[in-house]
């Protein structure tokens, strides 16, 4: 068989999509245009390419991205006036773009407005480039075409933007490797025991990213929220699992299931908590007691050095840090231990009479047989203190990954109090705060998200922080 053979004998449809939208989130922003190209495996067969009027204003960052102003949509159609439209060309085919499961959320979620249900087999072409075209640096859409030679025209419009997918497209299925028919690249999977309501197409819509998923039972009631770095992958481990009782029941349950993709898994984790808290579901409570189940605690002995125990949480004591357990919380302190040069022993790590294993092999300073005086031991616990009490500034930004390549998740930390996260464009909007502030969506403050953020900041040092 040839280079070309896989590519010569598709018999598939496709329908290669891009869309332009007022944000990020499907469930409050809108589509301002869309763009879509049936094709055959050999070339177009069909395109439309319609403006959309969002009935709600274009932030001017958008505006300044895409070109896209609020008088170039006031005659536009609405969505519902072309969804019968994109409804044709769609269905039977198999649904494309670049980072799949942003435009495919964003078109379900207009459906499901209109009362309909949106449901279509998916390919996302950075999947297929990854496979096919692996070590790149990026796959952007920009910069894969920059790769390419492939020539963009009207970059971040769904017309230019949806044409250059098309020929990304093409030159995939001239490479060897392109078979469509490999059921990996729909990540097909064989489960058992699932509620009739929940259909095959729903789990294979769920993308491979970080961000946050909701089971819902038949009566469309969340049973269940939880947050991962790969929403895939995670929803089909709670899909497969029979390890108890508990576990079978909640999955015998699951009717539906949502997601909102976050990139950042800073994000999805205060995403998860303020969706948990809103909505407290049934299958939540026992994790809501249990998700930050131990904690590190100071407290000064009797010969007047400050220690630090790792303890199981309790209400009547602020730690100084929490964990999921208590493996990750000894983890924890065993590097910051070599980090600040403390002893094993008043750090909760070594549970041995007389002094620890370090002062023995000539690292420890002694603080475990009262050989290093207090005050200056003290002094480096409290710089331990210090690091874990506060935040670095007290007004900050924290840049973290966006949902693709071309965007970052912003968190807003203002007079030492969370006030939300938004997204932004990696080419316009991460140069000035101000900027970077108009991307905030607002979110409640409280003793769980200041102990995610902070633990977050602890493990992810590499994060950019930008203080204003």
């Not at 349950?253 to 949502?258: F, L, V």
């Not at 026992?286 to 189940?293: A, E, F, L, N, P």
């Not at 004591?317 to 990750?328: D, G, I, K």
């Not at 979110?443 to 602890?458: C, F, S």
């Amino acid at each position: 068989m040839g280079r070309n053979d896989n590519r010569r004998t598709a018999t598939a449809l496709y329908a290669i999509v891009d869309i332009e939208t007022t944000g990020g989130s499907p469930a409050r922003d809108k589509i301002t245009e869309i763009a879509v190209f049936v094709h055959d495996g050999k070339e177009i067969q069909e395109e439309f390419t319609t403006l959309i009027n969002p009935e709600r204003p274009i932030p001017p960052f958008i505006t300044a991205l895409t070109g896209i102003s609020n008088e170039m949509v006031t005659d536009a159609p609405r969505f519902y006036e072309v969804a019968a439209r994109i409804v044709e060309l769609t269905e039977g085919k198999i649904f494309i773009a670049h980072n799949v499961s942003f435009d495919y959320h964003f078109i379900r979620e207009e459906f499901r407005q209109l009362g309909y249900t949106f449901k279509r087999k998916q390919l996302c072409t950075v999947r297929l480039s990854r496979r096919l075209i692996p070590g790149l640096r990026s796959y952007s859409l920009g910069k894969i075409c920059r790769e390419l030679d492939i020539h963009i025209h009207n970059r971040h419009r769904a017309g230019g933007d949806a044409y250059a997918t098309v020929k990304l497209f093409e030159k995939l299925l001239s490479l060897d490797g392109a078979d469509l028919s490999r059921p990996s690249l729909f990540r097909t999977q064989t489960l058992a025991n699932l509620h009739p309501s929940l259909k095959p197409e729903t789990i294979e819509s769920i993308p491979e990213a970080a961000g946050v998923y909701y089971f819902l039972d038949e009566n469309g009631s969340i049973i269940y929220i939880g947050k991962s770095k790969n929403l895939y992958r995670r929803v089909i481990t709670h899909l497969q699992n029979n390890s108890g009782k508990r576990a079978a029941e909640m999955r015998d349950r699951i009717a539906d299931i949502d997601y909102d993709v976050t990139g950042s898994e800073l994000v999805a984790l205060l995403r998860e908590s303020y969706e948990i808290k809103k909505h407290k579901p049934v299958y939540n409570r026992r994790q809501r007691r249990t998700t930050y189940s131990h904690g590190i605690f100071l407290n000064t002995n009797k010969y007047g050095y400050r220690e630090l125990t790792i303890e199981r949480n309790r209400k009547e004591t602020l730690p100084l840090a929490t964990f999921t357990s208590v493996e990750a919380a000894r983890s924890f302190m065993e590097n910051r231990a070599d980090e600040y040069e403390l002893c094993r022993k008043l750090c909760g790590l070594y549970e041995g009479k007389g002094s620890c294993f370090q002062y023995q092999v000539g690292i420890c300073r002694g603080a475990c047989v009262q050989e290093e005086p207090p005050a200056s031991y003290n002094e480096r616990v409290n710089r331990l203190v210090d690091h874990l009490a506060g935040f670095p500034y007290r007004n900050f930004f924290i840049v973290d990954e966006g949902r693709h390549q071309e965007e970052k998740a912003i968190i807003k930390i203002e007079h030492g109090t969370y006030r939300g996260y938004g997204f932004a464009d990696t080419t316009s909007q991460i140069t000035h705060p101000g900027q970077m502030n108009d991307s905030i969506r607002p979110y409640p403050d409280n003793r769980d998200v200041q102990q995610i953020i902070r633990n977050y900041l602890l493990a992810n040092k590499h994060l950019q922080i930008i203080p204003f």
